[in-house]
């Protein structure tokens, strides 16, 4: 892969981070006028109502065997405690995607020196890094999700459940920060398998 490439995909990656960041920070601030003032319109917390009523909803030779759909649900007035709940909701999926973009960035930086850079001890580091930064983070977002998700939707609906599986971004975030990690095992075992085939030389 050329400079110019990995120059251009730096690039994309850093205005990713920066779009990351600015959401970052709206949502602190959507979740801080929840806690201290209260919701207006467009503003309110949202969650996943099983078992909707779906009659009439299906052709004549179908059946609807379940619906889930998402609500945005408002508190009238300030509530502090539904804004931390919704705080630990989502702050470990950003955060995690904030570092795990930052680790690319820099991976590619060091990249664009050359092949040899790319292929490297560092770079090996890098994959490895990210890795755990995908599994780990995505452990976190959905064990707090699974915690906070029951609490916030028995505040806030008439009918709730003590369990709501953790969402397909958490699934696909370990599985992937798996693959990171098979990724960065097989170029580690290349420099080292390089290096003794230099050293024979």
Known sequence: MSSRWLTRLGTLLTLFLVLAWLEAL????????????????????????????????????????????????????????????????????????????????????????????????????????????????????????MVAEPILASMLLAKSYLFYPPSGEVVAGVVTGVAVLAVSEIVRRGLVLLEEVEATI
């Open 26 to 145: 709206g949502l602190l601030l959507y979740t801080a006028l929840i806690a201290f003032v209260g919701t207006g319109n467009g503003i309110g917390v949202p969650l996943r109502v099983f078992d909707v009523p779906v009659a009439g909803m299906a052709a004549p030779d179908a059946v609807i065997v379940s619906a889930t759909v998402d609500v945005m649900v408002r508190h009238q007035g300030p509530a502090p405690l539904v804004a931390l709940l919704y705080l630990l909701s989502w702050a470990p999926g950003v955060t995690t995607v904030l570092l795990a973009l930052f680790t690319v960035v820099r991976a590619l930086r060091r990249a664009r020196s050359g092949d040899r850079a790319l292929f490297s001890a560092v770079t090996a580091a890098h994959l490895r890094r990210l890795g755990w930064i995908l599994i780990i983070g995505s452990f976190a977002a959905g064990l707090l999700g």
